[in-house]
Structure formats: structure tokens, C-alpha cells
Nanobody, 125 residues
Framework: QLQLVESGGGLVQPGGSLRLSCAAAGFTLDYYTIGWFRQVPGKEREGVSCISRGGAIPKYADSVKGRFTISRDNAKPTVYLQMNSLKPEDTAVYYC??????????????????WGQGTQVTVST
């Protein structure tokens, strides 16, 4: 059973930074593509970023390009999402998810079959 645990969420002022972590347990991270998604009440869960097991360039949603950076440390094994210049519209529950796909592609949420429990990020004064 794949287990993913997110951490690092919290309350931050606009313009601030947070680093989310997605720790993997029970499986070898090397064999999985990892995505970060976010969801606000009443809206669909949307893809934020994805890093493939194939080593391709990571992908980002247009709304976070230039502000967020995804990285992975297979030895830990953990995937990180560094979030800078945060905006109130980044407020959401953030989830990480694992897919056996070699590349991210369009990283639809249906491509991912193991999910973490989520961590709340709130950007507010």
C-alpha cells in the first residue's frame, strides 16, 4: 500500500513562502511520478505541479509558474513544493499524489492512484 504524507502547510502573509513536503512510505519513490494538486471548497481539484520519474522537466500550472518549484529527493524519499510570492488565491488544501506513469503528460488527477491526506495552506493578512 502506497502511503504519502504531506506537511509544511500553514498560515502565511501575501508575498511569503512555504515549503510543502510529501513523504513516501512503503514504496520506492524512484518508480513513481509525483504530482501536487490543490482544492478549495466547491471547486475541482486542480493540478499545480508534477515531477516525473523519467527525469523530464517538471511541469507547472500557469498560475504558479515562476513562483513554485517542485523537486524530489528519492533517497529521503520526499518530494518538495517550494512556494514563493504567495497570493491569497493560492489558499487551498494541497495534496500530493503518485502515479506509475513514466512522464507527467497533462497530469490529470485520474492518472494518479495514491493520494496523501492534504495540508492546508492559507495566504492572508
Amino acid at each position: 500500500q502506497l502511503q504519502l504524507v504531506e506537511s509544511g502547510g500553514g498560515l502565511v502573509q501575501p508575498g511569503g513562502s512555504l515549503r510543502l513536503s510529501c513523504a513516501a512510505a512503503g514504496f520506492t519513490l524512484d518508480y513513481y511520478t509525483i504530482g501536487w494538486f490543490r482544492q478549495v471548497p466547491g471547486k475541482e481539484r486542480e493540478g499545480v505541479s508534477c515531477i516525473s520519474r523519467g527525469g523530464a522537466i517538471p511541469k507547472y500550472a500557469d498560475s504558479v509558474k515562476g513562483r513554485f518549484t517542485i523537486s524530489r529527493d528519492n533517497a529521503k524519499p520526499t518530494v518538495y513544493l517550494q512556494m514563493n510570492s504567495l497570493k491569497p488565491e493560492d489558499t487551498a488544501v494541497y495534496y500530493c499524489a503518485a502515479s506509475p506513469r513514466f512522464l507527467c503528460g497533462s497530469y490529470y488527477k485520474t492518472d494518479f492512484d495514491s493520494w496523501g491526506q492534504g495540508t492546508q495552506v492559507t495566504v492572508s493578512t
